[in-house]
């Protein structure tokens, strides 16, 4: 690839300010792009909104004031309106990626093909980075500001034979399709969708209801990214430290792919055998409080600063059957984290999962964050 070529842009669309640095990689062969960038926003409404190509998939949207936004495809474009809860200057970050539809030894990138967000907002000041197969070269930009930035890229090959300019770009779009999956799989997985997650599914996948497993991950988990390291394998990770490594099957179906097989496994490091020793004592400590129903010994085992607050939690486990013990079923070192399983009571088939992030007290471990977790 090219690299470090920097390309400084003034870009004024609606004559206001605003600053911006982008990335942009893009593989002319397949037509694959992928763009992150940043920009100062000044809206002058709550919803600001930006248009880009068909086919673009948002792998990232973040702002200060960012409530929610929405995405809506037509065959001329891709708008996404957001909806912010102050209108103030803030930071926007986005990333996304797709495939233009362009084709020839030398491609213009210009407001026809959307491959740059056309803001309602203005922005000026933008750094652009470009990223080129080593076989192609930025030629020129065609327009600048005040106009939208067009530039032209040129297949430089000389020497290949036909066969292998026709066979080399196949493996960068498969992989580019896979990069693009795992993006739109976690965005969904982020979003809580599950019609979006089905959209990516095969159909036994669907009606074994894996999209709503993987739609009701804890929210406390915060935002899940994706990182492809092979055509098989994808791994997961939270932003609270839980990492999870995802054996895939994609199918090619009717020119799209789709998840034929997914399996999960939890990456962790090793947990030391003593600490997992104090945990499993926690653990029947705190099912013997709970069954003799001594509150004084359940505050003391809980944090004062637990997001739900002492006295919700000590109501909670006090309601919790405790007439077989609770077994710590898995632990995490980073952060420190059992996950208790709680037999169903006799006039319920519930079970639970207790997700208890653990941190050192005085003279024994106090509770810090609790998740509840049914699992039928």
């Known amino acids: ?173 498969f992989t580019s399709r896979l990069q693009m999956q795992t993006s739109r799989l976690t965005t969904a997985i982020n979003h809580r969708n599950v019609a979006e997650i089905e959209a990516l599914l095969s159909p036994t996948l669907r009606e074994a209801g894996l999209a709503r497993y993987l739609a009701n991950l804890p929210s406390s988990h915060g935002q899940v990214t994706g990182e492809l390291l092979d055509q098989f394998t994808i791994m997961l990770s939270t932003e609270r430290g839980f990492r999870f490594q995802a054996s895939v099957i994609w199918q090619e179906r009717s020119g799209r792919l789709e998840l034929e097989s997914l399996q999960l496994r939890p990456l962790t490091l090793q947990v030391p055998e003593e600490l997992l020793d104090s945990a499993r004592k926690f653990a029947r400590e705190l099912h013997e409080a709970v069954q003799i129903k001594d509150k004084e010994q359940l505050l003391q085992l809980l944090d004062p600063s637990i997001a739900q607050g002492q006295m919700e939690v000590l109501e909670f486990l006090l309601s919790l059957n405790t007439l077989v013990p609770w077994s710590v079923e898995h632990a995490i070192l980073d952060p420190f984290t059992i996950t208790l399983y709680v037999p169903p009571a006799q006039d319920t088939n519930t079970k639970l999962l207790l997700n208890m992030g653990l941190t050192p007290g005085e003279r024994h471990w106090l509770i810090h964050r609790l998740e509840v977790i049914p699992v039928g």
């Open 1 to 173: 690839m090219r690299k470090g070529l920097l390309i400084m842009m003034l870009i004024i669309l609606l004559g206001g300010v605003a600053e911006a640095g982008v990335q942009v990689f893009f593989l002319p062969d397949s037509g694959f792009l992928r763009v992150h960038g940043e920009v100062t926003m000044r809206p002058a409404s709550s919803s600001p909104s930006f248009l880009l190509f068909p086919t673009a998939q948002i792998t990232e949207l973040w702002a200060d004031e960012l409530g929610e936004y929405t995405v809506q495809r037509g065959s001329h474009g891709t708008m996404v309106t957001l909806s912010l809860l102050r209108v103030r200057p803030q930071t926007l970050s986005f990333s996304y990626e797709g495939f233009l539809d362009l084709e020839g030894t030398e491609l213009f990138l210009d407001r026809n093909s959307l491959w740059f967000p056309e803001f309602s907002f203005p922005i000026e000041e933008t750094q652009v980075e470009v990223d080129l197969p080593s076989d192609w070269i930025l030629v020129e930009w065609q327009s600048y500001p005040p106009m939208y930035p067009a530039l032209v890229v040129r297949d430089t090959k000389d020497g290949i034979s036909e066969n292998e300019v026709h066979d080399a770009p196949v493996v960068d779009e």
